[in-house]
């Protein structure tokens, strides 16, 4: 099955596609989901599109949901689902938020109504998936649709996984997100300065990028390894290249290691990040480099 809706978009090619019914033994929870890797790569944690069987097998739901087994080892069942219920929330309330409506049954055909998984027992994920659910659709044995209705519900959920990602998932609007505290932003800002973290933050780009380009400062040349030794063996911070106000919000984009990002020390990457910097990279690097003539 996620071989079979890889195939059916094929220009979301940058999601991750998987599914299963147990590892061992049997899950009493099988699903499907699409991972975005600025999200998340496993269903252990983050938010994605999934589908969820319950524990009868009479009902599959297509739901936006969250992984519930990070949060469940860290605080507990408890504690893991008032957070997930709050995050849900946040999801839920993100797509729509342009339109100043509550989500509600008819809402781009999807209903924040909650699911039913039957956990047949108090220590089963399915009781958490229901927390976690944030909006979706119930599909009935027997009552299935069409595999162009499947196909045309799966694709507006993702085009909302976008939606939600691009306006700040299930972060809080506070300024640990903000970028820079001495430089207020817009709430458009906000967003676009968080999308370009985490692409940047993304681990398997940013490894990527630092085996290609290496571990030098390309701006200002400065050397970790040089400077601390073995403490600073392979370190540098990766930045995507994508100037904040072309980056796309709501649709996919490729990122190449090669051409998409540059390596920075920390204080030319937040330079490069502050809301006067110079608009392009080639601009921030020639300013550098003037500065150093002068100071020589």
């Given at each position: 099955m996620p071989q079979l809706f890889a195939q059916a978009f094929p220009n979301d090619s940058d999601l991750i596609w998987e599914g299963s019914a147990g590892k061992g033994n049997w899950s009493d929870a099988p699903w499907i989901a699409a991972f975005d890797p600025l999200v998340t790569e496993s269903a252990q944690r983050?938010?994605?599109?999934?589908?969820?069987?319950?524990?009868s097998l009479t009902s599959v739901y297509l739901s936006l949901n969250q992984g519930v087994t990070d949060l469940k080892d860290e605080f507990g069942t408890k504690i893991a689902k008032e957070i997930l219920e709050h995050r849900a929330s946040l999801l839920r309330a993100r797509p729509f938020l342009?339109?100043?409506?509550?989500l509600s049954p008819d809402?781009?055909?999807?209903?924040?109504?909650?699911i039913k998984l039957k956990p047949r027992s108090a220590s089963s994920l399915l009781?958490?998936?229901?927390?976690?659910?944030a909006f979706g659709t119930q599909y009935r044995k027997g009552r299935v649709p069409d595999d162009e209705k499947v196909?045309?519900?799966?694709?507006?959920?993702?085009?909302l996984y976008r939606k939600v990602l691009a306006l700040g998932g299930v972060a809080e609007m506070d300024l640990a997100h903000h970028g820079p505290k001495d430089e207020p932003r817009s709430q458009d800002e906000i967003r676009r300065y968080r999308r370009h973290m985490s692409i940047e933050r993304n681990p398997g780009l940013a490894k990527d990028a630092k085996k290609y380009h290496g571990y030098v400062c390309q701006a200002c040349g400065f050397d970790f390894e040089r400077?601390?030794?073995a403490l600073g063996h392979e370190y540098i911070e990766?930045?995507?290249?994508?100037?904040?106000?072309?980056?796309?919000?709501?649709?996919?984009?490729?990122?190449?290691?090669?051409?998409?990002?540059?390596?920075?020390?920390?204080?030319c990457h937040r330079m490069i990040h502050r809301k006067n910097a110079p608009g392009t990279f080639g601009e921030f690097v020639g300013l550098v480099r003037e500065r150093k003539l002068r100071l020589l």
């Open positions: 983050g938010y994605y599109p999934v589908y969820l069987f319950d524990s342009e339109l100043d409506v509550d809402r781009e055909g999807f209903s924040d109504r909650p009781g958490m998936y229901e927390a976690g659910h196909l045309a519900d799966m694709a507006t959920m993702l085009a400077h601390y030794g990766a930045h995507h290249l994508i100037p904040l106000s072309m980056l796309p919000m709501e649709t996919p984009t490729p990122h190449s290691p090669k051409d998409d990002f540059a390596l920075l020390c920390g204080n």
